[in-house]
């Protein structure tokens, strides 16, 4: 592994500072791209406006129309965090700005595929809908928006997935990254898109007089599950994001958030009084989408929708119970997995310049997560393939991919179908994940070509896993304060949390849990101790390691512990 120090422009460093920023946080954000403080202020004034959301006033007034007739309206919802967080976002804020008759339909990962197909429409229209409202899907369903279009249904979409040649024919669509969208924002979460969508129709309902001399509802309620969602689909955090999360997180600090968030906060075993995007993105996110992946989202929509503890609590601990076995599941085809990459390694213990994966017992709803395992511990491209369990498509695989920096993974596969016809029978993605569909017997040629492009494109500097640093970590920063500074900051993709690297005395080290290494070392002469979670392999009596500043509470003891990320191969 090779560290690289991120530049820190020293100018914004300083305009930070000189605007009150501390200055090591200064340091950090300017290594991320701010200048201003400006870029840093949380306040919902600074939100970017929904009128610069392409669609969203027409959507407005075709909800607005809609809730003025009393017509009932259904949202089709995705089955990950994401889509779950905009679903029940999207019916809160509708009940709360009127709609008597709001109803969800999430489908089911196995047997109905993704995003709106057309019987996915037809189960709308048979549920007595008159307006099909799409949250985190919709923008390649073409065939699905047409068919609701043919059984009557008005139909908005609202997505943040990147267009294909072709759109629905929906009504409106409402999704940043659709042609002609200027919108400042394209990392939206879809979450985040129905939120806006909700303001811009607040805002159309006040324009109508709607509320008369009642106070508008506060829409500010649902920045919770608006930063949950944004945090656990990993989009980037742009400062539009980071705001969104930041309110969120304020809320959820203060004792603010529905039932099942505060139910899951409990049952992951987190103080939502410490709530960090780390609990959004680790524990929380982990939990809803585990019933998507084995289960059924309708558990999850329903934790986010009741504001019954007594039942959020128990629909809590059944999704800590899915998650048990989501992490069973997934920990037998890692090590499956491991052993079948392990045995493609060549004479000089590396593996191939991609890797593909298959067993007939993996499971397809966790095959992304095995995928991005593989990929993190080879630095290689990884596609993990599982059988598929929809009705009638026994000789089908459905694999799952993610990439490394330098290979975009969407073009692979188009390069794949393109050189062997027939063996892919759909694909889709971006650059750094994607999916598609094989038939069973054409693994070993998928697997062949996979290989074969990767070696074309990747070359030995890409193919060197690297980690991305803040630097040297002075020593008095070492405290708990200082550590719950990091922590509460709005950390995610695009915007990663700190983690710095320095030359360390290793003063000692022991295994723990036979899977861990404890450590006791010193930075710059002063003490301080280590953990590095699945690591065996000792030490020498000084490395060079990247670590993140965290503490350690044991017996009400709060003490400082770098939490250490990786050591640094020498040149």
């Known amino acids: 592994m090779k560290f690289v120090e991120r530049d820190v422009p020293p100018r914004a460093a300083w305009t930070l500072e000189q605007a009150g920023i501390h200055p090591l946080l200064a340091r950090l954000f300017a290594a991320r791209g701010v200048s201003t403080a400006d870029e840093l202020d949380p306040n919902l004034a600074r939100l970017l406006p929904p009128t610069e959301l392409k669609g969203a006033a027409g ?30 976002v999207g019916l809160r804020g509708l009940r709360m700005l009127g709609a008597r008759h709001a109803d969800y339909l999430v489908p089911n990962r196995v047997v109905d595929g993704y995003g709106l197909t057309p019987p996915i429409a037809e189960r709308v229209a048979a549920s007595g809908a008159n307006v099909l409202i799409t949250v985190d899907n919709g923008i390649a369903s073409v065939a699905g928006v047409a068919r609701a279009r043919e059984l009557g249904l008005q139909v908005l979409v609202t997505d943040h997935h990147l267009p294909g040649d072709q759109l629905p024919s929906a009504e409106i669509i409402v999704n940043p990254n659709q042609p002609g969208c200027a919108f400042g924002s394209k990392a939206a979460a879809g979450v985040g898109v129905m939120f806006y969508v909700l303001l811009a129709l607040r805002a159309e309902l006040r324009g109508r007089d709607a509320f008369g001399d009642q106070p508008q509802p506060n829409l500010g ?33 203060a004792g603010h958030m529905p039932a099942g968030l505060r139910a899951l906060f409990q049952a992951a075993g987190r103080d939502p009084r ?97 995928a991005a395992r593989l990929k993190e511990l080879w630095n290689r491209p990884a596609f993990v393939f599982a059988p598929s369990g929809a009705p009638g498509k026994e000789y089908e695989l459905k694999g799952s991919g993610r990439s490394i920096a330098g290979f975009h993974l969407r073009d692979a596969l188009d390069l794949v179908a393109k050189r062997h016809a027939g063996v892919l029978l759909k694909f889709g993605g971006h650059a750094m994940a994607a999916g598609c569909t094989i038939p069973v017997d054409q693994f070993p040629v998928f697997k062949e070509a996979f290989e074969q492009i990767a070696a ?116």
């Open 59 to 88: 959507a407005a007034r075709l909800l607005a129309d809609a809730i003025a007739a009393d017509q009932h309206l259904c949202i089709v919802a995705d089955y990950d965090c994401d889509g779950a967080t905009a679903c029940a």
């Open 221 to 253: 309620t649902l920045l919770p599950l608006v930063a949950l969602g944004t945090v656990a689909d990993v989009v980037p955090l742009d400062a539009n994001n980071r705001r969104l999360v930041a309110q969120g997180l304020q809320r959820i600090r």
């Open 274 to 370: 410490r709530a960090s995007t780390a609990d959004f993105g680790f524990a929380l996110g982990p939990r809803i989408n585990a019933a998507g992946r084995l289960a059924d989202m309708t558990i999850g929509i329903e934790l986010l929708l009741t504001d019954d503890a007594v039942r959020a609590d128990g629909l809590a601990q059944t999704l800590n119970t899915i998650n048990r076995e989501r992490r069973q599941i997934e920990d037998g085809m890692r090590q499956q997995a491991l052993q079948k990459a392990l045995a493609l390694l060549d004479a000089n213990q590396e593996p191939p310049p991609a890797l593909a994966v298959f067993d007939p017992g993996f499971h397809e709803g966790v095959v992304g997560i095995v």
């Open 456 to 571: 074309e494109r990747l070359d030995p500097a890409t193919l060197t896993r690297k980690l991305q640093t803040d630097g040297a970590l002075e020593a008095r920063y070492l405290r708990t304060d200082m550590a719950d500074v990091l922590r509460d900051a709005v950390w995610g993709q695009g915007f990663a949390p700190p983690v710095f690297s320095e030359d360390i005395e290793v003063v000692s080290q022991r295994l723990v849990g036979e899977r861990h290494l404890a450590l006791k070392l010193r930075l710059q002469g002063t003490p301080v101790d280590g953990i590095w979670f699945g690591h065996t392999d000792p030490l020498p009596a000084r490395a060079q390691l990247a670590f993140r500043l965290e503490t350690n509470e044991w017996n009400g003891l709060r003490r400082v512990q770098l939490l250490i990320e990786g050591a640094a191969t020498a040149d």
